[in-house]
């Protein structure tokens, strides 16, 4: 016997351990992937997951939670609208500081109506790290729980004397020509802004106007001063927090109460910008409904947080950081992804009674008539990648889905919110009829919806209780797609392209076929918006870039600076783009089909 068959049964036995062990913690150490296959997670994957959770994690999550017989979802009451999609940051205006903003948002609102839709979309709007102008994702998010400043238009602000006494004219003048935003212009010019409004309000704000930021203030605490803390704290250390000095690694109220003695105007700024903020999109929440609209904003919730953030300083216990979350390899990302975000953990969310989850929910729904949660295949596992290791090696990690899906239920029940879950991806068997259960919608997009031959599926096929629409902010525009330029973008970057151009091909011909099925003419927009609307979905969204014919989408996956992602501006100003034709004879196309008819 060699040395090598006396170590194989303790080898085995170890492993074993191993695996029991990697079960009690909820971690999966098997998969199918998204093409039907059965892939196993590295022992060694498995390691280091079983010992950062072993260490910081001593219960084990509940495999399943007992939950009473649901109650669904709130279910919207509207049947057969469509929405108008834009990414706001790039929405183009004469009047804006070269980055879209709530003014603009609003604008969006009444072109929606006046055309006749029920919503208009748009990108998370959580705030980012507005000192890191180069970390543009709305995708990444400093935290949830608050609104990016870069979204406020500061010439609305009462005490704003305007730019010409800011000294601004000249420097926001030349932001408005860059084809790209120049977010370090747009961050220093509305930084500035925002200061000498608030040294205005500190000196000049009636009572009323006192009593309506303190009233904020106390509606949103505590959470609202530990951030403002956090921001200041933020900006000395210049490190990650988990770095900073012991008394600032954790939000000790006692500890930040001494901070604002010395830092009393720098933490009250901080508030004072999200006050400015929560008034200017809830004037547009408002504003959607004096307009009759159906559903108003559709807001999108990002599926993660960074780790440097303040989510993640704020709920240490529910918010694993040591790991990233991604997705592992798929038709459009053959090599997985990773997309360096800190996700929940179902230890640490239990323990605080899941109050980071429902405040993270209630922080969109509160503005909105809908939201997307993005990949909302994460409430029930997630994808989880260590330090050093790629992202096809990852593993997933157990949440109590159910659960969470009571808990998305209650909160849209009193918050009047519809829930469309985006279920793209490698979907677990069962999961969409769960979703389905809580009263959460469907996410189709019309490129992904084809049959094992290829084939596109039939209108019919699609659910009711759902959104549809053409692609996504990670995918082709209708142009970019037929054209195939996504795939030589992809090539030129190096990139795996997912898709053979044979491939393509046959997709486009079989996309031909499908419309040609339905009496439509081949690979026109119009046709593909006629497919969609024949669909049962109750809620078609259109993005501007679709309606634009636009060739370039706002994100390509797998690229920081390769690519200039999330920094296109529209090629119109929104004054022209409400008078398109295009916009006119869409409009009047899905009226005719009967999703059409508010203010139209």
């Excluded at 491939?503 to 081949?522: I, K, T, V």
Aim: aromatic share 8%; proline share 6%; with cysteine.
């Amino acid at each position: 016997m060699t040395s090598n068959d006396r170590l194989q049964p303790i080898v085995q036995r170890d492993d074993r351990k191993l695996l029991d062990e990697a079960q009690r913690l909820g971690i999966e150490t098997r998969y199918i992937d998204a093409g039907g296959r059965e892939r196993e997670v590295d022992l060694g994957t498995v390691r280091r997951v079983v010992d950062a959770l072993s260490n910081t994690q001593p219960n084990a999550p509940s495999s399943s939670l007992p939950v009473p017989g649901p109650t669904a979802a709130f279910a919207g009451r509207f049947e057969r609208v469509w929405g108008l999609a834009a990414q706001l940051y790039g929405v183009r205006s004469a009047r804006n500081w070269g980055h879209g903003d709530f003014t603009d948002l609003d604008q969006l609102l009444e072109i929606a109506a006046a055309r006749g839709a029920a919503a208009v979309g748009v990108n998370p709007l959580h705030t980012l790290f507005d000192d890191q102008p180069d970390r543009p994702s709305p995708y990444s998010p400093n935290s949830r729980l608050f609104l990016n400043p870069l979204y406020i238009d500061v010439e609305r602000i009462p005490f704003f004397p305007g730019l010409r006494a800011a000294r601004l004219h000249d420097s926001v003048a030349a932001l408005r020509e860059h084809e790209l935003i120049d977010y370090a212009g747009v961050t220093a010019a509305k930084l500035t802004a925002l200061k000498i409004a608030h040294a205005a309000f500190r000196r000049s704000a009636d009572a009323s106007q006192r009593d309506a930021f303190a009233s904020f203030c106390r509606s949103r605490a505590p959470e609202l001063s530990r951030f403002a803390a956090f921001e200041c704290l933020r900006r000395q250390q210049r490190n990650p927090w988990w770095e900073w000095p012991a008394q600032w690694r954790v939000p000790d109220d006692v500890a930040l109460a001494q901070l604002r003695r010395h830092h009393d105007q720098e933490i009250e700024f901080h508030e004072f910008v999200q006050w400015i903020a929560h008034v200017q999109l809830d004037a547009c929440a408002q504003r959607a409904r004096r307009l009759g609209l159906p559903i108003g904003l559709y807001l999108d919730i990002a599926v993660g947080v960074d780790p440097a953030g303040f989510d993640a300083w704020n709920d240490q216990a529910a918010i694993l950081r040591e790991f990233a979350i991604g997705a592992p390899p798929d038709l459009f990302n053959p090599d997985g992804q990773n997309w360096g975000l800190a996700g929940f953990n179902a230890v640490g969310l239990s323990a605080a009674e899941f109050a980071p989850f429902r405040a993270m929910l209630r922080a969109s729904m509160r503005y909105a008539g809908a939201i997307r949660l993005d990949h909302v295949l994460g409430l029930k596992r997630l994808y989880v990648i260590p330090a050093g290791f790629t992202a096809e090696q990852g593993a997933y990690l157990r949440l109590p889905f159910e659960h969470l899906l009571e808990l998305v239920a209650e909160e849209s029940l009193a918050q009047s919110c519809v829930v469309i879950g985006e279920d793209l991806g490698t979907v677990p068997e069962g999961l969409r009829e769960t979703l389905a259960k809580w009263g959460i919608w469907r996410y189709h997009v019309l490129i992904f919806e084809r049959g094992p031959d290829g084939s596109f599926v039939a209108p019919s096929a699609y659910a009711r209780d759902a959104l549809v629409t053409n692609s996504t902010h990670d995918l082709p525009t209708f142009v970019g797609w037929c054209r195939g330029a996504d795939l030589q973008l992809r090539q030129q970057l190096g990139l795996e392209a997912g898709e053979t151009e044979a491939e393509r091909a046959r997709a486009r011909s079989a996309l031909g076929n499908a419309l040609a099925q339905q009496g439509l003419a081949p690979l026109r927009f119009r046709s593909v918006v006629e497919f969609m609307s024949a669909t049962p979905a109750r809620f078609l969204m259109l993005s501007a870039e679709d309606i634009l014919g636009l060739t370039d989408q706002p994100n390509v996956p797998g690229t920081t600076v390769e690519h200039p992602n999330w920094r296109r501006r529209l090629p119109i100003d929104l004054a022209d783009f409400a008078r398109l034709d295009e916009l006119a004879q869409i409009a009047e196309l899905l009226k005719l089909r009967g999703r059409g008819s508010i203010g139209a």
